[in-house]
């Protein structure tokens, strides 16, 4: 019944209007935009498309293009519809972020850039129903492991069923479960070892940077000075039992400006990055 429905609903088809429309660039949508391309793309940054664009086939024609995104004109009443279906409160808040995430990507309102928007706002979608509260959960990641298939559920999708896009999404989120999880067993792990390597009293201001670096991996002295509200110069014999037992590293060899890396929790980190996959076909 609910997929029926889907398939009816209005987000599915796009609005039939061809006359320009003037709406106003949703505020989030065009700060993450913006947030992202500033620094490589700053002439395009939080604006939508000016002219029709298609994915695939050749740069002189859609003509063989694997998907040809609404003209341009129909995008910020588009996008005005697919707000309100974001704004809803009836619908399982995953299917929910998927169908919301298929149909952005089906807008495609961005001159570039829409697949980094489209996977952050999965995550602001996921967080603001308290799907997630203090961590971002992969889940964007875990669709492009295998994009074949995130591909194929986006065409399924744009041919009217929803349910393909669905099933990735779910499939996405637990497998980014279980990664998150073993993610945090690693980090509680990496901080036991610590308490038998480091030579320090049990108030000594190190063990304060050791919950610090657990959560930030590269410090400097002015940072450790800020979260620890201490002078910058009683940091450094804060520092020195962790550096002493390995815990701490530092690689810039400078005497101003130094920053010191904590080598076991950048290897956890690279191991869940590794976990999460690699994209199998190129875009």
Known sequence: MALRFFRRS??????????????????????VHDAL?????PAIAGQWRDQQVWIGGSDYSPHG?????????????????????I???????LAHAAIAHAQF???????????RVGRALVHAQLRHAR??????????????????????ALGAYRD?????????????????????????????????????????????????????VVRHPVVNASSLSRELGIPQTNVYRALQPLVEAGVLVEFTNNK???LWRAPDVLEVLDAFAARTGRRQRAR
Do not use: M
């Open 37 to 41: 391309l500033r620094d490589s793309a």
């Open 256 to 258: 101003r400006d130094r």
């Open 105 to 115: 990507e089906t807008i495609h309102p961005f001159p570039d850039g829409n697949g």
């Open 160 to 212: 009217g069923d929803p349910a393909p896009i669905v099933e990735r999404f779910a499939d996405a989120t637990f497998a980014a479960l279980a990664n998150g999880r073993e993610l945090v067993g690693d980090l509680h792990r990496v901080r036991a070892g610590w308490s038998e390597r480091v030579k320090a009293r049990r108030d000594a201001a190190a063990w304060k940077v050791a919950e610090i």
């Open 65 to 85: 293009a694997e998907f040809v995104p609404p003209h341009h004109d129909r995008v910020p009443p588009a996008i005005d519809d697919l707000i309100r279906f």
């Open 131 to 152: 799907l997630t509260r203090h961590v971002t959960v992969p889940v964007s990641a875990g669709l492009l492991i295998d994009t074949d298939a995130y591909f194929a």
């Open 10 to 31: 209005a987000l599915c088809r796009l609005p039939t209007e061809r006359q320009p429309y003037q709406a106003a660039i949703p505020p989030t949508i065009a700060e």
């Open 87 to 93: 704004a809803r409160a009836d619908i399982p808040t």
